[in-house]
């Protein structure tokens, strides 16, 4: 049976290590905070944006608009964005991602087709490096709240792909946020672009909020006004097809980004409930340690008093 000594300094090393965690799921939900009004404040760009490609919609058709990032082709070659943190403590997030993307893989193999990976995270590099698979690029030390640069530079990489016909289409593998415990690893096709999905009529604003002293998540639904078309009297200095082809990058990055930002979302929510656990598991344990030594030092009291009685009753 453990010392008094060891238990009470294990009881002491669990409070130290529930410090350190509750710690860290305060950092994160200040993260989770910044990361909101980081997606918050690119909207109206995005928004701006979306309109514009829907003016140009209305004066041409983007299928006689000969445009390589419109272009379909032949399916030969995939190329896979797979999106995962650098860091662990993270409950399932990580493994989550990895795991739809080898499954894709696998899909891919079967149907015969060539693939190469861009990846992005340290956790993804390690784990695809150490299987021999085919990368084309990575990326990792991006700041926990993404920006547009750190998704340009991405971007064109993937552009660079593209464009080169190295790879016929690209696939991106993310974490969609949905709520502070649930997250899911999806696909979503970002090259070649696809008209129908440039104005979204719907859309959804995430908000950490506080509800009885824990943290909770708030879901505002946003429909987005219909873009009005551009006046028939309007005048292009340049040809729209030109104009088109300049903005479809700039969507690209916008896509890019928005998922880079959800994947942050999710990462973050994830740490901040396994931290939470960690600190709920650290209090329990360290309430059945104090009770362990509170028995351990009882007995020891019991034990003190029969050897002074047995002790007194020999004396006398």
Do not use: H, W
């Amino acid at each position: 049976m453990p010392s008094l000594k060891e238990i009470r300094d294990r009881i002491q090393s669990v409070k130290n290590t529930r410090k350190i965690t509750e710690a860290m799921r305060l950092v994160a939900a200040a993260k989770v905070r910044r990361a909101q009004e980081q997606v918050i404040a690119t909207r109206p760009f995005a928004d701006r944006l979306a309109g514009v490609l829907f003016g140009l919609q209305t004066r041409l058709r983007f299928e006689e608009a000969n445009l390589p990032l419109l272009r379909k082709r032949e399916l030969k070659s995939v190329g896979l964005l797979v999106v995962t943190g650098d860091r662990g403590l993270c409950g399932g997030y990580n493994a989550n991602v990895l795991r739809r993307a080898e499954r894709r893989i696998k899909e891919l193999q079967a149907e015969g087709l060539n693939y190469t990976l861009v990846l992005v995270g340290r956790k993804a590099i390690q784990y695809f490096q150490r299987r021999n698979q085919p990368i084309s690029a990575s990326f990792s030390g991006l700041e926990q709240i993404p920006t547009a640069s750190e998704a340009s530079n991405i971007a064109d990489e993937l552009l660079s792909l593209f464009l080169s016909e190295s790879v016929d289409r690209v696939e991106l593998i993310y974490t969609k946020f949905v709520s502070l415990v649930s997250s899911r690893p999806v696909i979503q096709t970002l090259l070649p672009l696809d008209p129908e999905e440039f104005v979204d009529q719907e859309d959804e604003i995430f908000r950490l909020t506080t509800r009885g002293g824990e943290f909770a998540v708030e879901r505002q639904q946003v429909t987005m006004q219909a873009p009005a078309p551009f006046a028939k009297d309007m005048i292009f200095e340049q040809d729209p097809v030109q104009i088109l082809d300049a903005l479809l990058p700039l969507y690209l990055n916008n896509q890019l980004l928005r998922a880079l930002q959800e994947s942050a979302a999710s990462e973050l929510a994830a740490r901040m409930t396994a931290m939470s656990n960690a600190s709920d598991n650290a209090q329990e344990l360290a309430k059945t340690l104090t009770l362990s030594y509170n028995k351990a030092r009882q007995a020891a009291i019991t034990q003190q008093l029969m050897e002074v009685v047995g002790g007194a009753e020999a004396l006398s």
